[in-house]
């Protein structure tokens, strides 16, 4: 019996893949039994004929009769079925004389081809991933947490008590509805990756050396330097007589690592509530070589100072072991220093590029250049 095209009702993947199959299945059996160009010319017009043919009443029935919620689920599987269905119509010929030679695992090898381009990896992954390898070779392991945190793991075990002023400065994201709970427990969109470093302290005694990229939000108006969203790469290291002499070597290895190894490092006192001794790190400006001129005109990325500011870091309070004391982080025994950077603003000056936002558009012409 010939084919027609069935109603659904049950617009379930399974359901529609069978549909799509028992159509592909007839569409080969009569291309199959296509004996001359008449017949090939009605084979054509009722699949491919523009108002009534199989895949323009496939379109009314399948994808306008769809209920709404599912429109995008059978768009997907109707646009394949149509792309097959063509390749398999418009790829039946006539052979020498009136025989015909129909293709029947729907593939024309004579066609060209249908070019699926590859994707490429997003600048500021790839920056992270480059980041996070500098540390996995000197023996880190990679940790990650979720991007809904609790304030606990956010503020309070981080030494940033209820109401201290800290707090102000990450312009935190707080999720609706979550006023009946005790404070501690309200959830919040993660300001910062350090949540992940109490997780895994929790989870893992000392020694420890973890690298962990994330992606963090805070409440930021979007600018050329500035998105809700954006990335961070955060590193802990814990063990006994770890100084802050580690903390440097460490760090200037990395920055050579990833920038060359030209490069100078130096660091300026700085606060964090989650380190004592904080430090930011800076970094010998490697666009203009540390001049603060690029020929005749000044060099913008580091405000003609030949130095980019690029982490901040420092030694974990003990306050901090305090909270993880009992998984044997005692704070006289232990010590440790954390650092952590953005990966946007890395990728934005790593790239030469003058705008956060452009990262975060999804302009393919934009991307497409670092591929
Ligand atoms: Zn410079």
Redesign the pocket.
């Known amino acids: 019996m010939a084919y027609t095209v069935p109603k659904l009702t049950d617009y379930s993947a399974a359901a529609l893949v069978k549909a799509v199959n028992q159509c592909i299945d007839a569409c080969q059996a009569e291309a199959a039994a296509v004996k001359n160009e008449s017949e090939l010319k009605l084979l054509r017009d009722r699949w491919l004929g523009r108002k009534t043919g199989i895949l323009t009443q496939i379109n009314d029935l399948w994808l306008k009769g769809s209920p709404k919620g599912e429109k995008r689920e059978v768009g997907i599987h109707v646009n394949e079925l149509k792309l097959r269905i063509q390749i398999l119509v418009e790829g039946t010929q006539l052979a020498v004389g009136e025989t015909v030679k129909a293709v029947s695992d729907g593939v024309d090898i004579t066609l060209p081809g249908i070019r699926r381009p590859i994707g490429a990896e997003h600048p500021v992954i790839k920056t992270m991933h480059e980041i996070v390898a500098v540390f996995q070779k000197l023996g880190y392991s990679v940790a990650e947490g979720p991007v809904v945190e609790t304030d606990y793991y956010n503020f309070e075990a981080l030494n940033f008590p209820p109401n201290h002023p800290a707090r102000d400065t990450q312009d935190t994201l707080f999720i609706a509805g979550q006023q009946t709970k005790p404070q501690r427990e309200r959830l919040l969109l993660r300001t910062h990756t350090s949540p992940v470093q109490i997780r895994t302290m929790e989870r893992m005694r000392p020694p420890l050396r973890i690298v962990i990229p994330g992606q963090v939000h805070r409440n930021d108006p979007p600018d050329a330097s500035h998105s809700p969203m954006f990335h961070q790469v955060e590193g802990l290291a814990v063990d006994t007589n770890i100084t802050f002499g580690d903390l440097k070597g460490t760090l200037d290895h990395a920055m050579k690592a990833l920038f060359g190894s030209s490069v100078k490092t130096h660091f300026r006192p700085s606060f964090f509530p989650f380190t004592e001794p904080s430090a930011e790190m800076f970094v010998s400006?490697f666009?203009?070589g540390g001049s603060?001129q690029r020929g005749s005109d000044p060099?913008r990325?580091?405000k003609q100072t030949?130095w980019i500011e690029i982490l901040g870091c420092g030694m974990v309070d003990p306050n901090v072991f305090e909270f993880v004391k009992d998984n044997g982080y005692d704070p006289k025994k232990v010590s440790g220093f954390a650092f952590g950077m953005g990966a946007d603003r890395i990728a934005l000056l790593k790239y030469g590029v003058d705008d956060i936002q452009l990262f975060f558009q999804g302009d393919v012409r934009f991307l497409q250049q670092f591929s």
């Open positions: 400006c666009i203009c603060g060099c990325p580091c030949g």
